[in-house]
């Protein structure tokens, strides 16, 4: 398990009891409780400035809730942010209808309920990727949406942003089987409700994982 990601996720549990538990008084306001954690893959680190386009499914995937098919008002706000900050850094965006071939692919993720699930280091990839019509063949784990590895318990009002670099690594297990390595992931937690403040407060801090990851950043841009 990779020691940075495990430390990083151990404090985001952790300064969300102190932000809980260090007040006498309690938070002020709901937007006290938020917490904003991001992480990278040294080796990845530097190839931020090489990539010049990204593909993103546009869907959110809702971890624990199989029942959300359509982008709610909430999840389009975190998809919008989320490509905006992106083609912000410099990165071109890819629409899945294209042929062509992007060298990022940025996953969306909410948690719906308190879950303790399974984390992984690779994003499963889509069968076809980069051919004509992407599509959401092979999402991994039924309802689930991306494999994952790793124990860890995320709380309900989570939200996860995950970069993956699009290039397949056959596994030594299985040479028929393929992964993409995961660059760079930001999370952010309390949000429990579809409300307008809500949105508000995940563009927010959506942005925020962007400002504090600087070394994302495409050489076109410049």
């Not at 982008?71 to 629409?95: C, H, N, Q, S, W």
């Not at 062509?100 to 948690?111: A, E, G, K, T």
């Not at 670099?165 to 930001?186: C, F, R, T």
Request: charged share 20%; hydrophobic share 35%.
């Amino acid at each position: 398990m990779n020691k940075l990601r495990s430390k990083a996720f151990g404090m985001l549990v952790f300064f969300s009891i102190m932000l809980i538990g260090c007040s006498k008084q309690g938070p002020e306001y709901v937007s006290d409780y938020d917490v904003v954690i991001t992480n990278y893959d040294p080796e990845k680190k530097e190839l931020f400035s090489e990539k010049k386009t990204f593909g993103m499914p546009w869907k959110v995937v809702h971890v624990g809730d199989t029942t959300i098919t359509e982008p709610t008002e909430f999840d389009i706000k975190v998809l919008e942010t989320t490509r905006a900050e992106m083609e912000a850094k410099g990165y071109t965006f890819i629409e899945e209808t294209s042929n062509d071939h992007p060298d990022m692919v940025v996953l969306c993720y909410s948690v719906t309920t308190t879950s303790v699930y399974t984390w992984w280091d690779w994003w499963g990839g889509y069968p076809g990727w980069g051919y004509p019509g992407w599509g959401y063949p092979g999402w991994g784990y039924p309802g689930w949406g991306y494999p994952v590895r790793g124990v860890y318990a995320y709380q309900k009002g989570t939200v996860l942003v995950e970069i993956a670099e699009n290039i397949p690594v056959h596994l030594p297990s299985d040479e028929k089987e393929v992964q993409y390595p995961i660059m760079w992931e930001g999370v952010t937690n309390g949000y429990t409700t579809n409300t307008a403040n809500e949105i508000m407060r995940v563009e927010k801090n959506i942005k925020q994982m962007f400002t504090q990851s600087p070394y994302i950043q495409s050489n076109d841009s410049n």
